[in-house]
C-alpha cells in the first residue's frame, strides 16, 4: 500500500525547525535551596539547557549532583559581585544570602552581592539582549514576518529578580499588595538584605526603563521545603530539626506574630509563569510550633525564648495579582508540606521514624 502521507508543509511552519534551539538560561544560587529545586524543574524541559552560577556561600553542590555530567547542564563557581561573561536567554538570578543568620554574618558581602551582582546581571542582560537583537536583525532579511515574531518570542531576553517580603520591612499595611512601599529601617541589622533588594529592584526598573531590559520581579514570602540548610535559624527548619532531636522547640517573644508559609514546589512554579508570562494561609509562630509538635513529635516541649531586633509582627502576601495575571496559587497546605520536609531532615541527620 502506498503511504498516504500528507505533503510537507510549506513554510513558515517548516522554517520554524531552524529556530528550535534551545533556550538558555542562567540561575544564579542554583547551587542554594530555591535554586536547586528551580533546576530540578527547568531540566524537565528537553528544550532548556541550564547554567547554574553560584559561590557555594551557602548553597552547595550536594543540592545539584543528578545534573553534574548532563549534556545540558553546567555549573559555574563564581561570585556574582565579580563580571560574568556567559550568553544565555534568560537569567533566573536568586544568588543572595536568604537567612538573618547569614547575611549579618557578612552584610557587606551581602549588599555588595545584592547592589553589585545586580548590576552585574543587569549588565550581562543587557549585553545579550542586544546581540540577540542583532541577530533578530540580520535574519529577518530572510524570513518572513511571522518567523520574525517567533523568533523574537523565543530569543527576547528576560531577566527575573527574586526580591523578598522584607522589602515591606515591618508592614503597616496588612496583608501587603506589590503597590505597598515598605516600612522599613535604613540602618537596622537587616538592612543589608531588605535595603539591598529594595536597591536591587530599583536597579531593575532604572535598566528596564533606560535601557528596555525586559524585567520580572517576585518578591517571595517564607519558602519552605527539603534542602533547606538544616542549622540557618529560620523558623521551619528549626521547628522541624528541634521536633526531630527531641529538643524544645524555640518560639521567639510573644509567638502571635505571623508568617505565611509557601511550599517550594509552588514557588518554582510561580517563578516560572512569572518568567514565562504568560491562598496562602497565614500562622502565628506559635501555631506553627504546635503543628510540627503535633504531626512530628507530639512529645517535645515548646519554649518561649528572646526574639531579635526588627522583627516583624505580622506578614501575608495579597496574591491577587498573581491569581488574576498568571493563574498561579500556592497548592500545597502546611499540613501537607512539612511531612514532606521532614523525611528530607531525617535522611539527613540520620533520625529514624519511631
Ligand atoms: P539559599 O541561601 O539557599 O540560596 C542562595 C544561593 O546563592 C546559595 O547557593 C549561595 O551560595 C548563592 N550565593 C550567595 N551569594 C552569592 C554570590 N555573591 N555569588 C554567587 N552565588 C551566591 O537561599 P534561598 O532560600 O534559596 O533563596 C534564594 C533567593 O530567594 C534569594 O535571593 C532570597 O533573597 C530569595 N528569598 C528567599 C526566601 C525564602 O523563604 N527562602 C524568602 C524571600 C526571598
Ligand atoms: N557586566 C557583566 N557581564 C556582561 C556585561 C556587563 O558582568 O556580560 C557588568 C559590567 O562589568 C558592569 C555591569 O555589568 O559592571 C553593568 O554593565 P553596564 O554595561 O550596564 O554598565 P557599564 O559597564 O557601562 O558601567
Ligand atoms: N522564629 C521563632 N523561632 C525560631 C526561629 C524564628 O519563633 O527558632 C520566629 C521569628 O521570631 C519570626 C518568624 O519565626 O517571627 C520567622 O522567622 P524566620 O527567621 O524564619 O524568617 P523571617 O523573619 O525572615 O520572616
Known amino acids: 500500500p502506498t503511504s498516504s502521507k500528507p505533503p510537507p508543509l510549506p513554510s513558515p511552519l517548516r522554517f520554524s525547525k531552524y529556530f528550535q534551539a534551545n533556550t538558555r538560561i542562567l540561575v544564579t544560587g542554583g547551587a542554594g535551596f530555591i535554586g536547586s529545586h528551580l533546576v530540578d524543574k527547568l531540566m524537565e524541559n528537553e528544550k532548556n539547557e541550564v547554567i547554574v552560577v553560584d559561590n557555594f556561600f551557602t548553597g552547595s553542590k550536594d543540592n545539584l549532583k543528578k545534573w553534574i555530567d548532563h549534556p545540558r547542564f553546567e555549573l559555574i563557581r563564581h561570585d556574582i559581585t565579580q563580571p560574568l561573561l556567559v550568553e544565555v536567554d534568560k537569567i533566573y538570578h536568586l544568588?543572595?544570602?536568604?537567612?538573618?543568620?547569614?547575611?549579618?554574618?557578612?552584610?557587606?558581602?551581602?549588599?555588595?552581592?545584592?547592589?553589585?551582582?545586580?548590576?552585574?546581571?543587569?549588565?550581562?542582560?543587557k549585553r545579550v539582549g542586544?546581540?540577540?537583537?542583532?541577530?533578530?536583525?540580520?535574519?529577518?532579511?530572510?524570513?518572513?514576518?511571522?518567523?520574525?515574531?517567533y523568533l523574537i518570542e523565543i530569543l527576547w531576553n528576560r531577566i527575573l529578580l527574586t526580591s523578598t517580603s522584607e522589602v515591606y520591612g515591618d508592614p503597616l499595611t496588612h496583608p501587603?499588595?506589590?503597590?505597598?512601599?515598605?516600612?522599613?529601617?535604613?540602618?537596622?541589622?537587616?538592612s543589608c538584605y531588605d535595603e539591598g533588594k529594595r536597591v536591587a529592584e530599583t536597579l531593575m526598573y532604572d535598566y528596564h526603563r533606560q535601557h528596555g531590559i525586559e524585567i520580572r520581579i517576585?518578591?517571595?514570602?517564607?519558602?519552605?521545603?527539603?534542602?533547606?540548610?538544616?542549622?540557618?535559624?529560620?523558623?521551619?527548619?528549626?521547628f522541624i530539626a528541634q521536633a526531630l532531636r527531641g529538643e524544645p522547640l524555640t518560639v521567639q517573644k510573644p509567638g502571635t506574630q505571623t508568617r505565611s508559609f509557601c511550599y517550594v514546589s509552588d514557588m518554582v512554579d510561580g517563578l516560572i509563569c512569572l518568567m514565562e508570562g504568560k491562598n496562602t494561609g497565614e500562622f502565628t509562630m506559635m501555631e506553627l510550633a504546635k503543628t510540627v509538635k503535633e504531626l512530628i513529635n507530639p512529645e517535645v516541649e515548646i519554649n518561649m525564648v528572646d526574639n531579635t531586633p526588627d522583627d516583624p509582627r505580622q506578614r501575608k502576601p495579597d496574591i491577587t495579582k498573581a491569581k488574576e495575571l498568571l493563574d498561579w496559587q500556592p497548592r500545597v497546605t502546611l499540613r501537607d508540606g512539612l511531612p514532606l520536609m521532614e523525611e528530607d531532615f531525617r535522611s539527613r541527620l540520620g533520625i529514624s521514624k519511631r
Not at 517576585?218 to 528549626?238: C, H, L, Q
Open 130 to 149: 542586544a546581540r540577540l537583537g542583532n541577530a533578530v536583525h540580520y535574519k529577518s532579511i530572510y524570513i518572513t514576518l511571522v518567523h520574525w515574531l
Open 95 to 125: 544568588a543572595c544570602p536568604a537567612s538573618p543568620i547569614f547575611y549579618k554574618y557578612n552584610p557587606v558581602k551581602t549588599i555588595k552581592t545584592n547592589v553589585i551582582g545586580t548590576l552585574n546581571m543587569l549588565g550581562l542582560a
Open 218 to 238: 517576585a518578591r517571595i514570602f517564607n519558602t519552605y521545603g527539603p534542602r533547606m540548610n538544616i542549622d540557618d535559624g529560620r523558623v521551619v527548619s528549626n
Open 176 to 190: 501587603q499588595p506589590e503597590t505597598y512601599w515598605g516600612n522599613v529601617n535604613p540602618i537596622g541589622v537587616r
